[in-house]
RNA sequence: GCCCGGAUGGCGGAAUUGGUAGACGCGCUGGUCUCAAACACCAGUAUUGAAAGAUGUACCGGUUCGAUCCCGGUUCCGGGCACCA
C-alpha cells in the first residue's frame, strides 16, 4: 500500500465532520481550555500560504490539549464587514453581502483541505444580524453609563443624574469630555436639551465634536490605528485632520485599568511595550499661569512633566488650535495669528509629519506671568504644541527641552541652564540627570528629587496639582459607509435615543447604491424610511473594530438569541487561553476588545476582566520572487550568472514556473503574449533565475497557494512544513522547494507501517533502543509544544523516525504512541495508521497522551572530556550514576596516574554532568 | 529622535541559555538501483590545509579555566511610536 494522501485526507476529513469529533460541549468534568485564532477578512483574493501559519499553530496545541484530556473549544469565523466589499461594491454594483459570501465558502474550502479541529457549528460572522445585535446591544449599553473614578468603573447614567439631582457637580468624580460646573438647582433648570448634552458629556458611547482623521477618497473618518504616517491603513489614500461630530468610545476612562492589567498576562513584552506606548502616561503637573491679554487678566492651564524646570521658562507656547488661543491673542496680533492659524489648518497631516522639527509660530501679543519668579515671559502659538494632550499650553524651557530650544533659537528667545555644568550652547539638554542651580529653593537638588519638591511647593501654594496624562484617545466610532453595522439610535428632537431592545437587530437597509450622496452624507442617506417611530436613524455605521470586539464571548454561546453570551457557558468557558495572531492589532483590535471586556466585566455580563490571558503572535511568511532579466531593448534574456555582462532591466517572474530557480522556458513563453517569441542566453543549457526576499503578493508573481501544495503534496505536508520552516514567531520566506525534506518523512513513516502490501506491525517487546529513541522524542516534543517551538519538534519527529527505521522497529509499542504524538502535527496520516494499521477504534484525538519516562533515555555511561585550561587532554567513560564529588574525585585520581602535572598542581576542578570536566591549574 | 527585536555555512535554521558550534531539512558533490529518468537508498558537505592542525557565531574590547550565550561600546537589518511637553 502506497501513502495516497488524497484520499486518506478526503476520508478523515469526511469522518471529522459526519461524527463531529471536534464539537465542543460544556463539560463540568472535564478542565476547559479555549484556543482562539483572530478570525480572518475573507478578501477576494483567498488565502495563501502564509495565512494558515498561524491557524496551524493554534490546531496543534489544540489537538495536544485535547490529548491531555482538556475540553477544548477552538472555534473559527469571519470579520466580514469591511472596506474592501464595499469598495468593490460602489465599482461593481453588487451587494457586499454577496461577494462577502462568495468569499466566505472560498475561504471555507480552503480551510478545510488544511484539516483544522475546529468546531464549525459554532461559525459566527460579524455581517451576521443575529451576531450583530449583540454588537449594538453593547453600544447601547455604553451609551446609558458613565465610567465613575470612585468606583473605578462603568455605572449607569441614572446613578449620574441622580447625583446632579442632590449636588449638582460635587462631588462627581467621573470621565467626561468637558469641565462643567453646577449646582442641583441649576441642573432641575436645565431644559431637557441641555440634560441630555451635559450627559452626553459623560457617557461611555458618546456623541461628540472632536478632530478627526478625515480621508476624502474614502469618504469616511478613521481611527488613530487605521492611519499610518498621514495614509490611510486601508487604500493608502492621504488623511487630514477636521473638526467632526461623530459618535466616540470613552477608551480614554479605561487607561489606567488597561495599562495596569498588562502586568497580569502573557504576552511577549514588545507587544506589552507598544499597548504601553500607546497608553502614554505620564505623570507631571498641571500649573495656573496669570496670562495678561490686552490689559485683561486671564487664567492659563499647562501641563508639564518637568515641574523642576519652571525658573527656566521664557516663553509660553498654545496649539493653534486651542481656546486659549482665541482668548489670548491681543488685537494688535489678531491678524498675523488668524493667518497662522489657517495656514496650519491647510496642512494635511502628511505635510505635518513631513515638515516635523520645522519650527513655526506666531507672537500672540499677550504675556503670561511664571507664578514662582514673578518675571513676564510672551506667549506664543505654534503647531508644534497639540491641542489634544494635556492642555493644549505649555510653559517652555528651552535650555531643557529639544523642542523649545528650537523654537527658542529660531525666535530669538533666552536660554536659561538649570543644572550645573551643562552646556546649551549647541543643544538642549533634555536628561533628567544632575544637579539643579538658578533655581531659587531647588537649588542644589537632583533633578528628580526637585520634580517632587517643586510639585509639593506648586500644590501647597495652591497653583497646580500633580496630575497624570494619557496619550491614548477615545476611539471614533463613525464610518460614513454602508457596510457596517448600522448605530442602534435615532433622534427625537435632536436628542439620541437608543433603540429599545425588542428592536434589535436593527439591519442593514436595502440601497441601490453604495456610494455617499451627492450632498455628501453617508450612504445609509440612500435608503428609504430610514427612520424609528417617525424619527430619523443614525446614519453612519460602525468601525471594522467593533465586531470583533467582543467575538470571542459569543464563540462560547453562538446561538443564544436572549444573550450575547448566557452567564452559565460564560463561567465555563471563562476566557481565551491562548490566542494567537498578527502583530498587526496590536494597538486596534487588541485595545478596544479589552476596552469592551472590561465595560462587560464592569457590568457583570462577564466573569474576567481580561479576555487573552496568553497571546501568541506569528510571523509573516515572506515570498521568495524569482526573476528573469532582460537585456534592454531586446526580448532576449539572459541567466542570472551572465546578467553582468550586459545591461538588463530585473523582471519579476511567477514563482510557480521556476523549479530551483530554474526557468520552465515553454511555460514563461506562455506566460504571457509578450513573451511568446523570447530568446534566452543560458549556462549550462539551463536558465537560472535570480531571486529575493519579498512580501507574498499578487504583483510580485510569487503567491504560493495552499490548494496547490494539498494537491501535490497533502495536507499533512504542509502543515508539518509550515512549522518546520522556523520559529513561530519569526518572519521567514517560503520556499517551496524545501518541501521535500518533510514529504519524505511521511513517506518513510508510511513505510514503518506498510511495504507493499504487508502490514508490517508487530506485537512484541520493545527494546532498550527503541524506548530510547521513542521517549527522547516524546519529551522533547512535549516540552516544544509547551514552549511553541513547534519547528525543532518536527526535526525531532524526523531523527526518531530515522533512528526507528534503521532498528527495523515495527512494534505496535512503540509505533503508537508515535502516532499519538505525531496527530496534532499531521492528523490525517496517523489517523489514517492508527485505525488501519494499528487496527484501533475511534478516532485519535480522543487517545491518551504517550507518558514522558525519563528512565528509559538515561545513558549507562557518559563520556567526559577532560581538560587543563580549556586544552582537552584525554576523555573518559564514568558511570552516569556517580555524583558531582565522586566525578571530581575519580578525575583527581586519573590526572595522577597519568602524570599529566607537568609540575602542575589542581586549583579547582569543575564538573558538569554529562559534558566536561575541567581541571584549572597553576 | 525614542522604545523593542535581531545578526550563526550556499539557504531555512539548531545548540539542554556559560561547557565538543553548525542538530534537522534544503541545496550541492560522488555513488548504488535503472536502457534512461523519477522515486528510493548510501557517503561527503563551515573556512583553510596534502595532513596534523589552525581559524571561525556582524565588529571592537572586557569578565571567565572556558563566551553564540554575561558586561561595555560600534555597525547594519527588522518592527513599533513619533513634535505626547
Known sequence: MEYNFKEI?????????????YAAKVDESKPKYYVLDMFPYPSGAGLHVGHPLGYIASDIFSRYKRLQGFNVLHPMGYDSFGLPAEQYAIQTGQHPAVTTEKNIARYRSQ?????FSYDWDREIRTCDPDYYKWTQWAFIKMFNCYYDYDIDKASPIENLISKFEAGGTKGVNAASSSDLEFTAEEWKSYTEGQKSAILMDYRIAYQGETSVNWCPALGTVLANDEVKEGISVRGGFPVEQKKMTQWQLRVSAYAER?????????????????????????QGAEMHFKAVCDGQEHDMLIFTTRADTVFGVTFMVLAPESPWTDILTSKAQKEA?????NVVKKKTERERIAETRKVTGVFSGSYATNPLTGKEVPIYVSEYVLSTYGTGAIMAVPAHDSRDYAFAKAFNLPIIPLIEGCDVSESSFDAKDGIMCNSGFLNGLPVKKAITAAIDYVESKGIGRRKVNYRLRDAIFSRQ???????????????????PDDKLPL???????????????????RAKDWTYGGYPLEKSTMPGFAGSSAYYLRYMDPRNSEALVSKEANAYWQDVDLYIGGTEHATGHLIYSRFWNKFLYDLGYVCKDEPFRKLINQGMIQGRSNFVYRIVGTNTFVSFGLKDNYKTTEIHVDVNIVYNDRLDIEAFKAWMPDYHNAEFILEDGEYICGWAIEKMSKSMFNVVNPDLVCDTYGADTLRLYEMFLGPLEQSKPWDTKGIDGVNRFLKRLWRMFYDKDNCLVTDGEPTAAELKSLHKLIGKVCSDIENFSFNTSVSAFMIAVNELYDLKCSKAAILEPLLILLSPFAPHITEELYHTALGREGSISGAKLPEYIEAYTIEDNCTYAVSFNGKTRFTVD?????????????????????????GLTIIKVIVVPGKIVNIVVK
Open 878 to 902: 564514568l558511570p552516569k550514576s556517580l555524583g558531582k564529588e565522586e566525578v571530581e574525585a575519580r578525575v583527581r585520581a586519573l590526572e595522577q596516574t597519568a602524570k599529566y602535572t607537568d
Open 481 to 499: 459607509r454602508y457596510w457596517g453595522e448600522p448605530f442602534p439610535m435615532y433622534f427625537k428632537d435632536g436628542i439620541a435615543c437608543p433603540l
Open 507 to 525: 439591519t442593514l437597509p436595502e440601497i441601490d447604491e453604495y456610494k455617499p450622496t451627492e450632498t455628501g452624507e453617508p450612504p445609509l442617506a
Open 337 to 341: 495669528v488668524e493667518e497662522y492659524k
Open 111 to 115: 480551510l478545510d483541505r488544511i484539516g
Open 9 to 21: 485526507e478526503k476520508k478523515w476529513q469526511t469522518y471529522w465532520a459526519e461524527h463531529k469529533v
Open 258 to 282: 488597561l495599562l495596569a492589567g498588562l502586568d497580569n498576562l502573557d504576552w511577549t513584552d514588545s507587544l506589552k511595550d507598544m499597548q504601553r506606548n500607546w497608553i502614554g502616561k505620564s
